[in-house]
Nanobody, 127 residues
Framework: QVQLVESGGGLVQAGGSLRLSCAAS????????MGWFRQAPGKEREFVAA????????YYADSVKGRFTISRDNAKNTVYLQMISLKPEDTAVYYC????????????????????WGQGTQVTVSS
């Protein structure tokens, strides 16, 4: 069992930066590829970024590539999402996700492979 708790959301002006954190409980964190998703009002939850179990490889949605960086610290059971050059269209609730044990990080894009979700943290970007 893995529990995920996000933090770091807030209100920021366009062009600003935020860093989201996701603290995981449980002893299996290192065996899960991790990801971030987001959901804007009236829209489907969409993939944002994923990272392999070791942190050696990362994957991004085209809409955030070059602006967002996913990373993890396995010693702290934490995954991060550094966001720069934020745009109003980045406004959403951001969710941390843990993929099924042993799957490839690229599979994180498909929500069917997500076993655990955090409760979400709101990010609002004003224009």
């Amino acid at each position: 069992q893995v529990q995920l708790v996000e933090s770091g959301g807030g209100l920021v002006q366009a062009g600003g930066s935020l860093r989201l954190s996701c603290a995981a409980s449980g002893r299996t964190f290192r065996s899960h590829a991790m990801g971030w998703f987001r959901q804007a009002p009236g829209k489907e939850r969409e993939f944002v970024a994923a990272i392999t179990q070791s942190g050696g490889n990362t994957y991004y949605a085209d809409s955030v590539k070059g602006r967002f960086t996913i990373s993890r610290d396995n010693a702290k059971n934490t995954v991060y999402l550094q966001m720069i050059s934020l745009k109003p269209e980045d406004t959403a609730v951001y969710y941390c996700a843990a993929g099924r044990q042993g799957i490839a990080a690229m599979q994180i894009r498909d929500r069917r492979w997500i076993d655990y979700w955090g409760q979400g943290t709101q990010v609002t970007v004003s224009s």
